[in-house]
């Protein structure tokens, strides 16, 4: 794989605008504007947070114990499968572990139709095992002796009780099959497997954060926590079992176990995060109100709309679109007025511009959102309102990751955080601004890089699926001597 080159953002220098416009965006960029004090206060409060979730049951930060135990040490060998089903596509891949670190891959995608995702589960489950069928004849694996073993992302609320046995508690994502709910996911796909005849074995229900993490570890040994930063945001990170208080689980194989955090619930109570206006509204006006707050501030799903929300208090304020006297179609900008029209990919495209006239802002918010013949302030100010929220965004994730490893410590050779995700993979300044932040979070520590090393894994929910089940297979050997 060749490494991912990071783009940078622009920063706007001069905007130039009116001394009404030039005070309105002091104001927001005072409340955006996270100092290093900030920072860490946030981050002892996700500490705590993490030790209240990892003794009890029932606190915003879930803690959830997955049961995948011990670490990778990237000298596994074998073939594995991953079965990944969280939306509109369906995905088998086969993965061959070489030793090494090194892996080879192939895969199949399916489409799964309305009628599938909404109809009886054993229609679906039979679906599946087809596709499984077809894709390992098509790899001619399929008249093998011994059982493949395979890890299932089953990306869907699930009330995991070991590896490979969980309950679904509801479904998500316009999914509404019958004779689900309450069920094991695992048992009923076993099932359809079984009634076919197929050599396949399911080892492990994966949670996608958690196969985050497996993909960066097998490697990077020194890995100590995944991440998920794209539309939505989650982590997960290896835990010693002594010190999770609530695991009812019994003994253990391996004295570290991987924990998935659900941070994005993280200070739903706002006691701590210093929430604008701007954020209240998103809230309010979101599918789901007072939940996944932080993920709600740090998201791709949700930047681009606080942008919107903050354009359109400028334009309710005449500071944006201004007309005097002249008509100026843009104040009455449908797509502007319409919730989440504003995406945080054309943030993206706005941060990166480096043309001195701005060409390729106007261009996004022309062609998308109907808006012409801006003024370089105007795209001056918008650019602006995008870098502030942008870098909020940023910073706040390098909190959550400050956080989990202070709550582990940092060996001498650092540690290393395997992150996932559109914003972390494209939006500009991202990862650099995370940095920063970890450098003013984690002072005892010049070499931040060296020390907390933050690099792009890809394919969780494929690769890192067919890992967990490599150390399921591990942990089930381990447990029979």
């Not at 079984?194 to 890995?223: C, E, F, M, Q, W």
Request: glycine residues 8%.
């Amino acid at each position: 794989m060749h490494a991912h080159s990071f783009k940078e953002a622009v920063p706007v220098v001069e905007i130039g605008g009116s001394d009404a416009q030039e005070a309105f965006l002091q104001e927001v960029a005072k409340e955006f504007t996270l100092s290093t004090e900030q920072l860490l206060k946030i981050q002892d409060h996700f500490m705590g947070e993490m030790q209240k979730g990892l003794d009890q049951e029932g606190h915003t930060l879930a803690m959830i114990p997955s049961f995948v135990e011990g670490h990778l040490s990237g000298h596994e060998t074998g073939q594995f499968l991953a079965l990944d089903l969280g939306g509109t596509n369906l995905r088998v891949v086969l993965v061959t572990l070489e030793g090494e670190g090194k892996y080879k891959i192939l895969s199949s995608k399916a489409k799964i139709t309305t009628a599938l995702q909404t109809g009886p589960i054993r229609d679906l489950c039979d679906f599946i095992a087809e596709f499984i069928d077809t894709f390992l004849t098509e790899q001619g694996l399929d008249e093998k002796e011994t059982q493949i073993s395979l890890g299932y992302t089953f990306s869907f609320p699930v009330f995991q009780t070991s590896i490979n046995r969980g309950l679904l508690s509801t479904w998500t994502k316009g999914y509404a099959c019958t004779g689900a709910i309450g069920k094991d996911p695992v048992i009923l796909l076993q099932d359809a497997l079984l009634r076919k005849h197929i050599p396949v074995k399911i080892s492990a229900l994966v949670n996608d954060t958690v196969g985050t993490l497996l993909s960066n570890a097998y490697n990077k040994p020194r890995t100590l926590a995944g991440l998920i930063l794209g539309t939505g945001s989650n982590g997960a990170y290896i835990e010693q079992v002594s010190k999770i208080g609530k695991w009812k689980g019994g003994p253990t194989e391996s004295n570290e176990m991987t924990i998935n955090m659900e941070f994005g619930a993280f200070d739903n109570e706002r006691m701590i995060l210093p929430l604008t206006r701007y954020d209240n509204r998103l809230d309010r006006e979101s599918i789901n109100p007072h939940s996944q707050i932080f993920e709600k501030t740090i998201s791709g799903m949700y930047l681009g709309e606080i942008v919107r929300i903050v354009l359109t208090d400028m334009i309710d304020r005449e500071l944006l679109f201004r007309f005097k006297g002249e008509f100026n179609p843009n104040a009455w900008s449908k797509e502007l007025s319409t919730n989440w029209s504003f995406e945080t990919s054309f943030m993206s495209n706005i941060e990166a511009d480096d043309t001195d006239d701005l060409i390729h802002t106007k261009e996004v918010l022309d062609s998308n959102l109907s808006l012409t013949n801006l003024s370089i302030v105007e795209c001056k100010i918008i650019k602006r309102v995008c870098e502030l929220v942008g870098t909020r965004a940023a910073r706040l994730a390098a909190t959550a990751v400050a956080a989990i490893v202070k709550h582990c410590g940092i060996p001498e050779e650092g540690v290393e955080i395997g992150i996932d995700g559109s914003l972390f993979e494209f939006y500009p300044s991202f990862r650099s601004r995370m940095y920063v932040a970890l450098s003013e979070l984690l002072p005892e520590h010049p070499d931040i890089q060296k020390a907390v090393t933050l690099s792009l894994t890809k394919d969780g929910s494929g690769v890192g699926a067919a890992l967990t089940a490599c150390v399921a297979e591990k942990m089930a050997k381990a447990a029979k001597k």
